[in-house]
């Protein structure tokens, strides 16, 4: 129980890796604030799963996207468990298209999501955790956010300024004691890249050098490691999870 007392908020935590990642540090024994934005079902499970094997939950609705909504999440897990330990920056979405055909609400959602709603859940956390002197914020990148890819200008532009926020904040907070990382999937199995099917799904399983998507849980354990005490000398950084696809990118 390597996060016992310690209280964790994870956004995007209704499915995929957000959830795998509540599901974790639950089990690691941290207390869970399980944030999304419509799946009110889906959180209230993940709370059930987690309360089924001993621990606590609780589930948020918060747009991360709107300020003064990640603000009240951020307050919420205070009110409900007293404290904020760590804040996972995992909610996500994708509106991919060539460039020359990408709508500009398109371009607007993902940045204000993807960046502006890490943007919005750090700077809420950041009082909490300056006032204890301690903290851990993860974000969650991408190897599209290093490498680029072809119909996700929107995605990679939100995903590579993830990594300068991550890196600026990192060196913000330092001395106070607050680490800030950044952890880049590749391919992994969730609803974001079931939409890839076929030929393309073929394509994309023979350039990761492991020869397979990754699994949410696989994603989960870095994060659950960049939170734990084992991490306490690593700040600044991009962990890629990826089966080697970037090597062959
Ligand atoms: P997913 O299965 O599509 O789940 C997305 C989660 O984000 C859901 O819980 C959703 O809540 C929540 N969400 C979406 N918009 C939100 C908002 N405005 N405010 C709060 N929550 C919001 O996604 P995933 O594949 O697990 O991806 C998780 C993160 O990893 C994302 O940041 C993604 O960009 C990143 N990533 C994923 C992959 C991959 O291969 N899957 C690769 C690289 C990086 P609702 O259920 O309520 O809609």
Redesign the pocket.
């Known amino acids: 129980m390597i996060l016992e007392g310690q209280v964790a908020v994870v ?10 990642t509540a599901l974790q540090l639950a089990r690691a024994g941290a207390r869970v604030v399980v ?6 079902a ?2 209230a499970e993940v709370v059930a799963a987690i309360e089924a094997s001993g621990g606590q939950a609780v589930a948020v ?6 300020q003064g ?1 990640a603000r009240d999440l951020i307050q919420a897990a205070q009110d409900h468990f007293g404290r904020v330990d760590i804040l996972v ?6 509106r991919d298209n060539l460039a020359a055909r990408l709508k500009p609400e398109d371009w607007a959602a993902v940045l ?3 960046l502006t ?1 890490v943007f919005n859940c750090c700077q809420a956390v950041l009082k909490p955790m300056l006032r204890q002197r301690q903290g851990r914020i993860i974000n ?5 956010g290093l490498r680029g890819n072809v119909g996700q200008v929107n ?1 990679a532009a939100a ?1 590579a300024g993830v990594i300068g926020l991550t890196r600026s904040l990192a060196k913000e907070v330092a001395s106070r004691g607050i680490l800030v990382n950044a952890v ?10 079931a939409a890839l099917k076929g030929e393309a799904r073929e394509e994309f399983y023979h350039h990761i050098p492991l020869g397979r ?2 699994e ?1 849980e696989e ?1 989960a354990e870095v994060i659950l490691f960049l939170a734990s005490p084992a991490a306490r000398y690593i700040t600044g950084q991009v962990i890629t999870v990826d089966g080697g696809l970037t090597l062959t990118l």
């Open positions: 956004t995007g935590a209704s499915r995929g890796i957000g959830r795998a944030n999304y934005a419509r799946q009110a889906a959180a609705a918060a747009d991360v996207g709107d909504a920056n995992n909610a996500g979405i994708a204000n999501t993807n709603g969650l990148t991408s190897v599209v995605y995903k880049a999937p590749g391919f992994i199995a969730t609803e974001m890249t998507p990754g949410p994603v």
